[in-house]
Structures are given as structure tokens and as C-alpha cells.
């Protein structure tokens, strides 16, 4: 049984990854899995058709010839510094220098590690340390930060210290981009395995630290080819790319789709709503992907206007909790466009692919839409409701395990189905509706937050005496953080200004910052002393009901 082989490890590299040879064999069959790589995809494109646009970046524009030729010259220049199997990080906005990077990593034998621009000292210390990065290319300044600043404090407290390679700005002492062009010899690059690390990207868990997602050139390829298939995509075709490359939501319509898809990315290195409509309107875009704040705006920015994108195909929404009402409302503003809820994770990218037929339109808002190629199961409680269960998913496009293996335990169940800690249930046998979370994570704007990662900070506030973060529904971006507070001195508890300068000043990364502060007397606990976090939003819940009777600060 399948069960009994999973538990093999294949070696790629320094990684070891779970190898279940009959999933193998599966994934070779159906074609779901190759045997060449996006590293062929990128030499056949230059090719025969080497003037075709595969990015465009504001007035930059990248063809398949140019990319090309720029991505084995620095993949060359990679491999001076470090041998094939490193890791090279790359902390980019949306810019073209971020799609050469990529391809030039994969050219390179090496593995990607894109990290989020929206990180800051405490996360670039762990990733940076944990992944064991040879590499890593930053901006120098982007949205009024510093990030040769930053690198410069992350780097003192390394022992293994990366070498950083400014994209765009001054170099000062780290290295400038464009000198590793110079210097690129002609030497002889590496033959890859379709089955060895192409990408690692982190994702948070409940625990507090974040895990090293490991995916290969074939569970990418697998997603891609899911893609292709189910999301009405034609060769021609264009991705406006608003969600970070740096994120498995954005990566892969950057990197993967204009070779394996024969699209054009149209990049945003910043969201902003009536750039995205005039994009949309005018390259004109067919596929829009993105968290349901840019689907709420896009589509007040396109109501304001009048423009109704008639070449848009498809809407997909995911990464946060997505009203019915505004699938609804754009598929009816939106009047040659699909629009549709999906699910996935960086472990199981698109695990559903969402009902990407207009005339599912009640599927696609009531529910997060069918399967396409993972296999979906629940496990369901002897008691539960509905038949509500926790979602166990299995497929081609799934990660080839964790950068640590230790990180794996309980995460399969003896199949080798991933366990996502999301509960869900189906809808006429088919549509999958994700009803809650049993991990204790808060999606805001599509980005995952750990509780525990803010909770360990705040336990140092000299103020605080006890704190849980809890995240509570939020119309405008899914969920929101409340940190809920007992302070030390009743007189002296802490507000959300103070919350926030204390975590700046710890170097977390302000996305996570809690928006909401509410001071308690005592945290509901069981006998052995755990915080009863259900107890605790059912209480926020109830006094929302009564405002009155809440004491929020």
C-alpha cells in the first residue's frame, strides 16, 4: 500500500524529501510529472519565439530571448560563488531583475528562496540561518525602507553570512547587480533532475516558527499543467500579477506561467487600484489572481469608472475568507469573467480549483469550489455537524516534504495525506466549503500570521502579565489581530501604539502587528493551565453583539 512507501526518503542535495515511489508512478502516468524542467521550457522559448513578451515591468520587458540570455549569464556568475544545490534568497517586489533571478537559480541547479519584502530583522534572522542562503538579493530602498541597512544588522548576527546583491539603487560595500553580468564566465551549466529542489518558501505554522515548504521542478510543473487545464488559459493570455512573487500566489503566475503556459506576466510592485484597472483595461488582462482586498477594490475602482474588463476570463480569490456577496457583485460587473473562490496553501497550492464556469456562479460563492487533480478527503468526527471534518489533501502539485523533517511529524496522516488543520465540509458531493480553522493561524490580506511567533514578543512587555492573539472577522481584510491583554499594573496596560512600537523595536515585520487591544482581568484556561482560544473569540464575539459592555482600548 501506498501507506507502507511513503515513509522512504530520497536525498536531493543536502534536503531529504519524502519519496513515495507508487505516488511516482502515478504522477509519470497521467503527465501530470516529466522529465524535463522549466529550465528546457526557458532554452525552447528562446528558441522559437524568441521575441515573445514574457514580462512586462512598467516600461520594462523581458522576451523569451532576453531572459534567456540574461538568466545564464547570471546563472554562470551564480555558480562562481557557491556549487550547485545552494540556496539563493531573493527579498524582491514585483521588478523583471526578480523573474531573471528565478530562472537564472533554477539554470543554476541552485534553489530559489524567495522571501517576502514585507519581512523584517526577526523573520531575515531565522530564514536566512535556517535555509543556510549562499546568496540573497535585496533593494537597496523600497517603500521608505532601508534594506542595505537592515541586511546590514541581519548579516552581524549570522555566522554563516550570505553574500547581498543590491537589484536596483546603491550598492555601497555589498554587491551591485550588474557586476555580476561583468563577470559571468562561459562555463558549462548543470544537467537537472525534474525530481531534485527547485524552491524553498516558508509558511507559518502553530508553532511559532515558520517551515521550509521544500517543492521540486515537478510538483510546480504538476501545478502549473492543473492550471492550464481548469482556469480557461490560452496561449497569449495575460496574468496581471498584483500578489508577491515572493509568495506561492504570486510566484507562480511570474515565473512558471509564461513558459509552461505561453503567458505574459504583467507585474505590480505595488497594489493600487486604478493602476490595476488601467492595466487590466489596456494590455488587456485575461487572468486576475489575488486576495479578496483586491477584488473588493478593483472592483470599486472599476464601478467608479465605468470599465467593465470584457477581456477578463477569470477572477480567482483565495488566501482570506471571500463574501458570497462580492463573488456575486463582480461576477455581475464583470460581465465575460468567471469569478470564483479557491483553496490552497504553499504545501498544497490550489488544492481546489474553483468553479471557473460563469454558469456555476452559486458554487463558486456559496462554496471554495471542486477539486482539480488533489485528491480530497475529511476526516470526520463521529459527532460532527454537517459531516464537518479536517481536510486532508493528496496530489501531484504537493510539497516534497520540509527543509527539517522533524517538521513533518503528525502533518501526514498513514497515507500520505497532508493534514491541513482546516475544516471543511462538501456541497452536493463535489464543492468543498472551508468552514474553519483547526490551527491556530489569523489570514490577513492573504498572508498568513502566527499567534505564537507575537505572543512569545509580548510576553516580554513589562506591561503585560498574559497575552493571547486571536483573530476576529474583519470585512476589508478577512481577519484582523486582537491581542487580548491581562497588563501587570491594571493602570498601565499597554494600547495598540504602544503594542506596535514595542514589536518595531523587536523587528517584526508590521503586517503582523495586532490592530486591536482589549485588556481583561484573566485568560479563560482549562485544568492544565491552556488558554482556551475558542472561549476567548466566542466572548469577542458576544460582546461585539453588545458593545456597550466591551473594554477595548
Known sequence: MAGDEITERRHSGRFSLRWDPARARAAYRGGWWVDETLADALRRAAAEFPA????VDGDARLDAGTLHVQAEALARALLVRAPAGSVVSFMLPNWHEAVVIYHAITLAGMVAHPVLPSLRDHELQFQLRDVGARLVFIPSWFRRHDYAAMFDRVLASLELRPEVVVVRGEAGAHTAYADLFASAPASKLPVLDPDAVRMVMYTSGTTGRSRGVLHTHNT?????????????????????????????????YAFEAPLLLGTTAILMDRWEPETALHLAATVPCTHICGATPFLEQL??????AGERLPALKLFVCGGASVPPSLIRSAAAHFANAAVTRVYGSTEV?????????????AYAAETDGRPGVATVK????????????????????????????EDEADVFDDDGYYRTGDLGHWVDGDYLVISGRSKDII???????????????????????????????????????CAVIVPATPSQAPDV?????????????????PEEVVCWDTLPKNDTGKVLKHRI?????????????EAAR
Not at 472592483?299 to 467608479?304: E, G, I, P, V, W
Not at 502566527?450 to 478577512?478: C, F, N, W, Y
Not at 501604539?497 to 523595536?505: C, E, I, N, R, Y
Request: charged residues 20%; proline residues 8%.
Open 52 to 55: 515573445r513578451a514574457l514580462v
Open 378 to 405: 475529511l476526516a470526520v468526527a463521529s459527532r460532527a455537524a454537517d459531516g464537518e471534518g479536517e481536510i486532508l489533501v493528496q496530489g501531484p502539485q504537493m510539497l516534497a516534504g520540509y527543509l527539517h523533517p
Open 443 to 481: 489570514i490577513r490580506h492573504g498572508e498568513n500570521i502566527s499567534p505564537k511567533e507575537i505572543e512569545d514578543m509580548l510576553q516580554d512587555h513589562p506591561q503585560i502579565a498574559e497575552v493571547a492573539i486571536v483573530g476576529v472577522p474583519d470585512p476589508r481584510t478577512g481577519e484582523r489581530a
Open 349 to 361: 497550492p490550489v488544492t481546489t480549483v474553483g468553479c471557473p464556469d460563469r454558469a456555476d456562479l
Open 299 to 304: 472592483l470599486d475602482a472599476a464601478k467608479r
Open 220 to 252: 510546480l510543473h504538476a501545478l502549473m499543467r492543473q492550471i492550464g487545464r481548469n482556469w480557461r488559459v490560452a496561449p497569449g493570455d495575460s496574468f496581471l500579477v498584483p500578489s508577491p512573487v515572493s509568495h506561492i500566489g504570486g510566484s507562480i
Open 497 to 513: 501604539p504602544a503594542v506596535g512600537a514595542f514589536l518595531a523595536g523587536r523587528g517584526l515585520a508590521t503586517f503582523k502587528f
Open 537 to 549: 473569540r466566542a466572548t469577542l464575539a458576544a460582546r461585539r453583539a453588545a458593545p456597550d459592555t
